[in-house]
């Protein structure tokens, strides 16, 4: 065979999971770098508005919530004081009763008391349901702390992902290395993210210098002395 020997390194595509503008390239082909430091970022304007957006609509999950307790509350007491008119149409009711057995009123009182009363225990049976609703949107607990409601939860996440999305318009080397391939890669050039439907990604090459190996094709003469762990040059 003929005598070959080739270095070789980790080499790695660095992109981002998100999709924008190149806003500035910040290295040069051929330029060492270190873990961390920052080889391009995204336009975040977009980025910033998408979790300012998602900060007010958390905020107004949070006053939501804050007025579906206080309606709650209210819901109670109204329920409350159509209970005490239940009861004291009931005991109107049986007064009623017992007058128009000793034939001490006319029937048309007594009918009417008996209407009186069912109308109040409708409308007591209508304002301890509408409680129970609104008490459904609180998971059963009056008292529950508002980042404890499933749409607070639901909105907090997207305030989470907008960050998570903004914090990755600037993207870092991962490990240090050498940069190639950045020529591709100017100002102005749309970033398909590598989560995307699409294929077409843009990156910047990282050749890893920490993790270096070497390829060696040599004749098999020269192999006759050669054991694992000899040293080489």
Known sequence: STDASYVQAAKLMVSTDVSGLVKSVNVREGQNVKKGEVLFTLDPQPFQIALSNAKAQLGQVEQTVQSTKADYQSMVSAAQAQQAQVDLDRRNFARYAALLKAN?????????????????????????????????????????????????QQAQ???????????????????????????????????????SAFTTT????????????IDANMKETDLTHVRDGDPVD
């Open 157 to 195: 996440a997207a305030v989470s992902e907008a960050q998570r999305q903004l914090d990755h318009t600037i993207v870092r080397a991962p490990f240090d290395g050498v940069v190639t391939e950045v020529d591709s890669l100017q100002p102005g050039t749309l970033v398909i993210s590598a989560m």
């Open 104 to 152: 001490a009123i006319a029937p048309a009182t007594y009918d009417q008391a008996r209407l009186t009363l069912a109308t109040a225990q409708q409308q007591l049976v209508a304002a301890q349901e509408t409680a129970k609703t609104q008490l459904a949107k609180l998971n059963g607990n009056p008292n529950i702390p508002t980042s404890d409601t499933p749409q607070y």
């Open 202 to 213: 843009s990156a910047v090459g990282l050749v890893g210098t920490d993790n270096v190996w």
